[in-house]
């Protein structure tokens, strides 16, 4: 009895080695998987708290940019620089900031 546990137990270690690198590279598979995932999530965030924060500039400032839009002061590039210069405020909010804003509007 003690001879067949004996090599029962080095047939399981044998198994056991065997393995070790299917389940290391089982496990890198899963984290590389899960860092696509969270950076796809992250990326919709971002999108997502985009639209929210132009929604937000463009209803509290939009008395100025109508007027703006009325003289007509401001051609094509004028209008894409400002667009731009309002878009960089979405870089004043921290990630956890910018998820949390997001998660409130759904």
Known sequence: L??????????LQQLEIGLEPYVATNIGML???RQQQQAALDQKVVAR??????????MGFG????ALRKEG???DEGLDVLVDALETGVQSFAGSEQRMIVDEAA
């Open 2 to 11: 003690e001879k067949r546990q004996k090599e029962a137990l080095a047939k």
């Open 31 to 33: 984290q590389a998987q």
């Open 49 to 58: 708290f985009k639209e929210i924060y132009m929604e937000y500039v463009t």
């Open 63 to 66: 008395s100025d940019l109508d």
């Open 73 to 75: 002061a401001m051609d």
